[in-house]
């Protein structure tokens, strides 16, 4: 790894600056390996998983991956023109002038996690390359037989001194964390988070952290049930719910929390008649995360919480077999509840009622900032109050994940949800270094101030002004 991070950043250095056009045919390079690799990539996808949807595979991992790639290529010239800035009057008058040009900071570090093995990795890749650098690459150990196709596409498409891909376990990980990279970028959980953090710190590398966390639903006293529940369900089982964006906890109206927790279910339902065998569903990817899940199920039960199963009774055998779980609500559960406490990352959905809009607010703010927030409400006042009164990575209103699948807009969280933030022209700048420019006029400006010495009433008389000046 040592010695690709040093022919990397030696053919980095060796090519400034980097061209629109060099950029561009990464780009070009990046969306092509998608489209050829997108059936092997669904099925080693469905391999890694045991049961994956090829559609789910197909929208989240490839089409949504190569849109964001599409959109940095399309916007690439835009995103690289220097940004003039203004001056104080008259220096520009007297030919001084100031911008921030955007560099490529060096080579990128890529750490990706393994429930959106492909979009998780390629989509910042997409921003790394629009912004110049070259990339080392760490997948996930979990999702093996994607990792190897993916190393495998990347090696056909760049040369090493480009994109590598780095394959290994956890000990591997541990070592490229402690690279001394231009940046790096890690998405996963926080615990691991911190791990990386440290790592960095130590080579003083600048770090975006994708952390997840625990983001909320607000389902308002105005809000339209049904819709609701719909949307949260279509969201919660994408992917099983494993997705750092997914719901992970439903506030809502108290005199609604009957009403929409039986709507849940019957969407849950009517969506997955059947879960084993059942194409459009995904497994829970191994065995531990599986025997997690329902550690969190028996750790609610145990506490007095009701647990509602959707298809309660059938083919749990089956499903047990193959790391299925179904969509389960859990209500009432306890506040030291371990599905309360650690971020879900699976079908299992806790609904909490609540007493005024106030009140939701301060459950929300109590906890670690969220990722994603998600508030379904017809009352445009209690909407605006949700949006200045919380904190989040990222807002979604009246639907769930969306605003993630805007190339436009950043995905980022804050506080413990992460650091940072990549996507569209956010992304560009996150890998990039803003260097100021500033040009000095031939005219003597330090004269015109009375800031060379020996110092007087010139710029005494300067230095008042700029007191007295509102």
């Not at 100021?436 to 031939?442: D, L």
Request: glycine fraction near 8%; aromatic fraction near 8%.
């Amino acid at each position: 790894m040592h010695s690709i991070l040093a022919q990397q950043r030696a053919a980095f250095t060796s090519q400034l600056p980097i061209s629109a056009d060099i950029r561009s045919d990464r780009l070009r390079r990046l969306g092509a390996l998608l489209i050829r690799g997108a059936d092997d990539l669904c099925e080693a996808m469905a391999s890694d998983f045991g049961q994956r949807s090829r559609h789910v595979s197909k929208l989240t991992d490839i089409v949504y991956t190569l849109r964001n790639v599409r959109h940095a290529r399309a916007h690439l010239k835009q995103w690289m023109r220097p940004s003039r800035r203004p001056l104080e009057f008259p220096l520009r008058l007297l030919g001084a002038d100031a911008r921030v040009e955007y560099q490529p900071k060096g080579v990128v570090g890529i750490m990706s996690p393994w429930n959106f093995p492909v979009y998780l990795t390629l989509t910042p890749l997409a921003g790394v390359l629009a912004a110049g650098n070259r990339a080392m690459i760490k997948p996930s150990e979990l999702t093996p037989a994607t990792s190897a196709l993916m190393a495998e596409l990347v090696k056909q498409s760049f040369d090493p001194d480009e994109v590598h891909v780095v394959l290994g376990g956890v000990d591997v990980g541990a070592a490229f964390s402690k690279l001394a990279f231009d940046h790096l970028i890690f998405t996963g959980g926080g615990s691991v988070g911190r791990h990386v953090m440290l790592a960095a710190a130590d080579q003083l590398v600048p770090v975006t952290l994708e952390l997840g966390g625990k983001s909320p639903v607000i389902v308002g006293s105005s809000a339209d049930v049904a819709q609701a529940a719909e949307r949260i369900v279509m969201g919660k089982l994408l992917n099983s719910g494993q997705i750092c964006l997914a719901p992970d906890y439903v506030l809502v109206a108290r005199q609604l929390e009957a009403e929409l927790s039986k709507a849940l279910i019957e969407k849950a339902e009517q969506y997955y008649p059947r879960y084993a065998g059942n194409s459009d569903y995904v497994a829970i990817v191994n065995d531990r995360h599986y025997a997690r899940l329902k550690s969190y199920l028996d750790d609610a039960r145990s506490r007095g919480a009701e647990v509602i199963r959707a298809r309660a009774g059938q083919h749990e055998q089956e499903e047990s077999a193959q790391r299925i779980l179904p969509f389960t609500l859990v209500r009432n559960a306890p506040p030291e509840s371990e599905i309360l406490r650690h971020e879900i990352f699976g079908p299992l959905l806790p609904i909490i009622s609540y007493d005024g809009i106030d009140n939701a607010i301060a459950y929300i703010n109590s906890r670690d900032r969220p990722l994603g927030l998600y508030v379904f409400t017809k009352d445009k006042g209690e909407e605006q109050r949700i949006l200045e009164r919380t904190i989040a990575g990222g807002v979604t209103l009246n639907d769930v994940i969306f605003h993630v699948m805007q190339e436009d807009l950043p995905l980022g969280g804050t506080g413990g949800s992460g650091i940072g933030r990549y996507h569209g022209h956010e992304g560009f700048l996150e890998f990039s270094h803003s260097k100021s420019v500033y040009r000095q006029p031939k005219f003597d400006i330090a004269a015109l101030l009375g800031a060379k010495p020996p110092y007087g009433s010139k710029l005494e008389r300067y230095i008042e002004k700029e007191l007295k000046n509102p």
